[in-house]
């Protein structure tokens, strides 16, 4: 039995107390749960935000531990309805929901908004380890409890039988000094590349290097993955590895049911309507991963919330406020087209 079982336990005992997100007492607003200062994560929700404020809207950008953070904020925080989540998260908790009728109920009306890019899990680790195999009795940085790193890193190092001396739980930002002062032999880091953390973290090529990952088990659960060459400055050379889809979770906000959910659900359909006819924009000027986002790869078993449909529709009036911005005009060919081409897909 995999160590990590606890984890969806511990979020059923959480979250089974809430049977919808919380209604908001104080004055409604509009947030995204993300990640660390110098993840990917949250660079991904400013460039959302950058375009809910050219509509003269407000988009809180929410620092977090990543992935199960986000996951339970969406169901139990007020004014929270977006966080990204790593797919293998919401896989693994919805295989766990099978044996957890807490963690089933947990679960209902999680919905996806939209499919984002892959994150490539990196391992940084001094020279001498070569491969997973070689983290056996050694120091490994897994990730905080409530991130998305953990739960990979503790699955990948099960999946392959690996059991380091000590798996320590730390944030990637506090396991590169940690690393580089010796008190840390290797440790995961689940981002999109290029990520900050490692393209600014002065890491010194001769010493550390990211190890490739290649196991029969890992690649039958896992996408494969190249971090190409020269992604960062200690990288010379390509590394192949593995990758877990991050995803834009929402709610099934049912605008029948109060004015949180009805204002909730307005807003899921605005931030799908933005992404949805201004991904070249995002493309263009946002994050590299946006460049990979590809709005049709949907994961399988995961529904697409009805709010996130109403923002799709053709017609749909999209509340931007700054007259720049406005959404008045006829809808493009392109547009058009590409509504189509994202419909067919999802079913809105």
Not at 249 to 272: I, L, W
Not at 313 to 338: D, F, I, V
């Amino acid at each position: 039995m995999l160590r990590t079982r606890w984890l969806g336990a511990a979020l059923g005992a959480m979250l089974a107390l809430s049977a919808s997100p919380a209604a908001a007492q104080e004055e409604f607003g509009k947030a995204m749960m993300t990640g660390g200062a110098t993840g990917t994560y949250i660079q991904i929700g400013r460039d959302l935000a950058g375009l809910m404020s050219e509509c003269g809207q407000t988009l809180d950008v929410i620092e977090s531990e990543g992935s199960l953070e986000n996951f339970m904020a969406v169901r139990t925080r007020s004014n929270t309805q977006f966080g990204i989540v790593q797919n293998d998260v919401l896989e693994y908790l919805k295989t766990y929901s099978a044996d957890d009728p807490a963690v089933a109920r947990a679960i209902q009306g999680v919905r996806i908004a939209f499919p984002l890019y892959d994150e490539e899990v990196h391992l940084l680790a001094t020279s001498d380890i070569g491969s997973i195999g070689d983290l056996a009795g050694k120091r490994v940085g897994v990730g905080v409890e409530e991130s998305g790193t953990f739960l990979t890193a503790s699955l990948v190092l099960d999946l392959t039988g690996t059991e380091p001396a000590e798996r320590r739980e730390i944030s990637p930002a506090d396991a590169l000094p940690a690393l580089k002062a010796g008190e840390l032999d290797a440790f995961f880091y689940v981002a999109g590349a290029p990520t900050a953390l490692f393209a600014e973290g002065e890491i010194d090529g001769e010493k550390f290097h990211l190890v490739p990952i290649s196991d029969g088990t890992l690649e039958s659960v896992y996408d494969p993955a190249t971090i190409p060459a020269n992604t960062y400055p200690f990288q010379p050379e390509a590394v192949t590895g593995i990758a877990v889809k991050a995803l834009l979770m929402t709610y099934e906000f049912n605008p029948r049911a109060n004015g949180y959910h009805r204002q909730s659900c307005k807003a899921v359909s605005d931030v799908a309507n933005l992404v949805l006819t201004r991904l070249p924009q995002l493309q263009e000027n946002g994050h590299p991963k946006w460049k990979n986002v590809d709005l049709q790869d949907i994961p399988q078993g995961w529904d697409i919330g009805s709010c996130v449909n109403a923002g799709l529709q053709p017609g749909y009036e999209l509340q931007c406020m700054a007259p720049e911005a406005s959404t008045t005009a006829e809808e493009s060919e392109a547009n058009r087209a590409y509504r189509e081409y994202i419909c067919a897909a999802i079913g809105c």
